[in-house]
């Protein structure tokens, strides 16, 4: 029998490439998708000595063409930080409607399943806490993380009308702050800056006074629940996350210990709308995919100081992998 084939946009991003071994691991085939703006051809190099590898250069706002069968699309492809979205304002936007257009049309086109990367950015700064699926959200479309959140909204909002309309097979994953080896230096997110500043000795920028909270997910386990809800017959949206919230501030001491640095803590101002509480209610994922989190952090920030350590002894990044515009 014909191996499975799978398409991944974003493939060669953090988490797009975890997935990519993954579902080599699983005996797909895989045909990894990215224009390289944020991914990394580093994040999957390893990944060519597999003959079920194949990457292509492209960026998916455009028309997407992949000969032969293709069983399931992941759309993973996006700006996915802070600085990100600031400096890449437009291409987040298309990515997100756009680029889920052409990865929806494309699995419409080849009977494919479709599994959409949604965001807990959907609820904006929650006025409901912990988040549950149900809970609609509390979005500035016109500040600046509104690029995203609109963008994934409407992603998402495409993805159930062409359930709805064409009985497409599809999956929303809502995707909380996951973190793990691969992610770029200067992404801007919290982890890679605090490793990074830790690694280096310089002191850990803390954004406000760090008491917003975030819940931080290992990308392996991350990775297990979203290979779960494609096997499920869920159509609505799934939060994927870890739910064990704590302040940015516990945070930011947890990498100073976990890397032994002798970093203090500098504060920052805050970001206009950063969230001041993210805690995802996974009551639906544990009872429909059997699924939750196992990583403990500790753990989770061991597994990722190898790469980080690996990265800054390169020394400096630009802020995009890539710099290019
Ligand atoms: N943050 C911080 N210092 C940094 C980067 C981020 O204090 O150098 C804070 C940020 O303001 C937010 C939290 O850490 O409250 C998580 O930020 P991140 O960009 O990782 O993800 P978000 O959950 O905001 O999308």
């Given at each position: 029998m014909a191996r499975p084939r799978v398409l991944i946009t974003g493939g060669a991003g953090f988490l797009g490439s975890h997935l990519c071994e993954r579902f080599l691991a699983e005996g797909f085939e895989v045909v990894c998708m990215d224009n390289l703006i944020t991914g990394d051809m580093r994040n999957v190099e390893q990944l060519f000595?597999?003959?079920s590898f194949h990457f292509e250069k492209r960026d998916v706002t455009e028309h997407i063409h992949?000969?032969?069968?293709?069983?399931?699309?992941?759309h993973f492809a996006s700006p996915a930080s802070p600085i990100d979205y600031l400096e890449l304002p437009i291409q987040t936007l298309k990515v997100g409607s756009l680029?889920?257009?052409?990865?929806l049309g494309l699995a419409h086109a080849k009977k494919a399943r479709f599994?959409?990367?949604?965001?807990?950015?959907?609820?904006g700064d929650p006025l409901v806490h912990p988040q549950s699926e149900d809970y609609w959200g509390n979005v500035n479309p016109v500040?600046?993380?509104g690029v995203y959140d609109e963008a994934k909204r409407f992603a998402e909002a495409m993805t159930m009308a062409y359930h709805r309309f064409h009985g497409l097979d599809t999956r929303i994953v809502r995707i909380f702050n996951t973190y793990g080896p691969r992610m770029r230096l200067r992404d801007g997110r919290a982890l890679p800056a605090f490793m990074s500043q830790a690694l280096r000795g310089e002191a850990l920028t803390v954004f406000g006074d760090g008491s917003q909270t975030r819940s931080f997910c290992y990308v392996d386990d991350l990775v297990e629940g979203i290979w779960r809800l494609l096997n499920s017959k869920e159509h609505l949206p799934v939060n994927i996350g870890n739910p064990t919230e704590m302040t940015i501030l516990q945070f930011a001491q947890a990498v100073i210990e976990a890397t032994g640095s002798k970093s203090g803590i500098e504060f920052r101002p805050l970001p206009v709308d950063d969230p001041k509480v993210?805690?995802?209610?996974?009551?639906?994922?544990r009872r429909l995919?059997?699924?939750?989190?196992?990583?403990?952090l500790k753990d989770g920030l061991g597994r990722t100081l190898d790469h980080f350590r690996a990265r800054v002894a390169l020394g400096p990044e630009p802020t995009r992998a890539q710099g290019v515009r």
């Open positions: 000595r597999d003959a992949v000969p032969g069968p293709v069983d399931a699309v992941l680029g889920t257009h052409k990865a599994l959409l990367a949604s965001t807990s950015e959907c609820y500040g600046p993380r993210r805690q995802p209610d996974i009551s639906k994922a995919l059997g699924w939750e989190p196992k990583v403990a």
